[in-house]
């Protein structure tokens, strides 16, 4: 069967940590609209309606995130949400996570059940920075956190999950970006995914924003972090631009040289291609491709989606959802030039990859948005 969806999910609307910049920073719950719908009493997507989501989404599916917006690892059902996962055999199975909450047990379960990606979130490479940023966590528990996952990956010979490490860059941990490659390195990561700190709701992140500084001296130290982090064999899951007309080589074999490169890293690969044709055809890659689904059940097109939702689990199905009033009028609206709802003065439609690359100038996001690794 073709796969041609990316599911994006949250298992919960909760978090364990109050990270300066993120939304759980001013709230205990994240709310999604309708807001008067809710599908459990302390905001876990229950497993049954998760067990209904994966039926009907997980075998057409080429990637799934288990948590965008929360942290999915505090679910108290985490390991049996893994093995409904686990029975779809998705090709990239990943999630987003703070790890913190991440016991031998659940190292096994992530193992065992063949999750493809663990990206956790690191934003500081010593204790003191970290703990400033990730409250209240603890530099000795994650590093605890990061040997078990190791260890149970060791154990089982398993080549997965592959290790993620997310860095969210900012005042706050200036300096830590040049540490990265080194100890993503040093903690058997894989990949890195790095991104400027971006206005979000409920919080001023404004003086958290790098928008103020020299951005030639910006992309110089992304450009360092770059090629360091590829020659120690890290793949760029997700990396600012840094280069700009102007630095790009000329000449054939130094351009040439420099594509050889970025897809080493990682930068350019045929999954934006894909994207950047749907994006042609359609006004946009994500509505009819891209599911996402907030933990009171309301399904969106994609993840700036903040109006009206397209259907909800688990009364309606995926084909009622796909074949509905309300994504026939938000395609119809891209594909003739007259977008609805949300669509009409997002950002990203005009972009031709599903990661918006940020340069330093454009950290000032036109609209506050919650904080996601939409990959
Ligand atoms: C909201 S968290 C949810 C998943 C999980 N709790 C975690 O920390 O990875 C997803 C990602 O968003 C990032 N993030 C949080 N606030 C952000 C902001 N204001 N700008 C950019 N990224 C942000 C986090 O660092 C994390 O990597
Ligand atoms: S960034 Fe992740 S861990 Fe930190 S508060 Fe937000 S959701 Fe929680």
Not at 139 to 153: N, S
Not at 218 to 229: F, I, K, R, S, T
Not at 252 to 262: D, E, G, I, P
Request: glycine residues 6%; proline residues 7%.
């Amino acid at each position: 069967m073709p796969r041609p969806l990316n599911v994006i999910l949250d298992l919960t609307a909760r978090c364990n940590l109050k990270c300066v910049m993120c939304h759980f920073s001013s709230a205990d719950r994240l709310v999604f609209p309708p807001f008067d719908r809710s599908i459990s009493d302390d905001g876990t997507l229950p497993v049954e309606v998760f067990e209904r989501i994966a039926a009907d989404l997980f075998p057409r599916a080429w990637r799934v995130a288990l948590a965008c917006a929360a942290e999915p690892m505090i679910h108290p059902r985490f390991r049996e949400i893994l093995a409904i996962a686990a029975r779809y055999g998705v090709p990239d199975l990943w999630f987003p996570t703070n790890l913190l909450a991440l016991t031998p047990a659940t190292a096994a379960s992530i193992v065992e059940n063949r999750v493809t990606t663990v990206a956790a979130s690191i934003d500081g490479f010593t204790k003191d920075t970290y703990e400033k940023i990730r409250v209240p966590a603890k530099w000795e528990r994650l590093l605890a956190c990061l040997d078990l996952l190791a260890a149970a990956r060791r154990e089982s010979g398993s080549k997965t999950p592959r290790l993620r490490i997310i860095f969210t860059w900012m005042k706050s941990n200036r300096g830590d970006l040049a540490l990265l490659p080194e100890f993503a390195a040093a903690h058997g990561a894989s990949e890195i995914d790095v991104r400027f700190v971006s206005p979000t709701e409920g919080v001023d992140v404004g003086p958290q924003l790098l928008s103020d500084e020299d951005p030639e001296a910006l992309n110089a130290e992304l450009a360092a972090v770059a090629h360091e982090a590829v020659r120690r064999g890290l793949r760029l899951a997700s990396f600012p631009q840094f280069e700009s007309r102007a630095t790009r080589p000329r000449g054939l074999a130094a351009r040439a040289a420099r594509r050889l490169w970025r897809m080493r890293a990682g930068l350019d690969r045929l999954e934006y291609l894909r994207y950047a044709w749907y994006r042609r055809v359609n006004g946009c890659a994500y509505p009819g491709r891209n599911y996402v689904i907030r933990p009171n059940g309301a399904v969106h097109p994609c993840n700036y989606w903040n109006a009206d939702p397209i259907g909800f689990y688990p009364q309606d199905g995926i084909g009622a959802i796909a074949a509905g009033a309300p994504l026939a009028r938000i395609l119809e609206g891209l594909r003739t030039g007259r977008p609805v709802g949300t669509c009409d003065g997002c950002q990203e439609r005009g972009f031709t990859t599903m990661y918006r690359l940020r340069s330093g100038a454009s950290t000032r996001a036109a609209t506050a948005r919650l904080p996601t690794h939409p990959g």
